[in-house]
Structure formats: C-alpha cells, structure tokens
C-alpha cells in the first residue's frame, strides 16, 4: 500500500534565506508558492493518490511502495515544470537545493 504522505524531503519546495540572487529568489519562490498551493488543496493529493492506487497495483501486497504519493506527484510536477525528462529530473532533484 502506497502512503499518502511520508516527508522524505524535509527541503522539498522550501526557500532559503540566502536571496542573493534574483533568478535563484525566483526560481525558489516559484516553487514556493507552488508548495503553498498544493498545501491549500488537500484533495487534488487525494485523487492523485487513487490514481496512482489503481496504476500500481501489484500482486505481490507484501512490499510497500517506497516513495508517498505526495512526493512522486511533486517530482512530475517539477517534470513538466521544467520540461525534462524522468532521468533528469531524478538527477536535478537530487542535486537541487530547492527541489
């Protein structure tokens, strides 16, 4: 059974005090207000956690999935967001203070 939720990525879409430069404070309060959306609509989660129930439906029930829905959903948004690829959006962010 897949989690809703499950803060792996305490980081994740946060904004940092260091402003020092415009397009990175850009950039991070882009996705900022982002987060700030996804927190005022819990249900939008909730039907992408049924859709993703029905998706990855294993017959095995004994292995958990490993990442929540919460976060895959956030990586496909940073996907198209960005316009990249699963691969590279695995790599940005991994090595994305921001995401």
Do not use: C, W
């Amino acid at each position: 059974m897949r989690k809703i939720i499950h803060k792996i990525f305490s980081f994740f879409f946060k904004s940092e005090e260091d402003e020092s430069l415009k397009v990175v404070s850009s950039y991070r309060d882009n996705y900022k207000h982002l987060d700030l959306l996804l927190s005022k609509l819990p249900e939008l989660l909730s039907i992408v956690h049924a859709d993703l129930s029905v998706l990855s439906q294993s017959k095995s029930k004994e292995r958990e999935a490993e990442f929540s829905t919460e976060n895959i959903f956030r990586a496909l948004l940073v996907m198209q967001i960005e316009g990249l690829s699963f691969r590279e959006t695995t790599i940005r962010i991994a090595e994305s203070e921001t995401l």
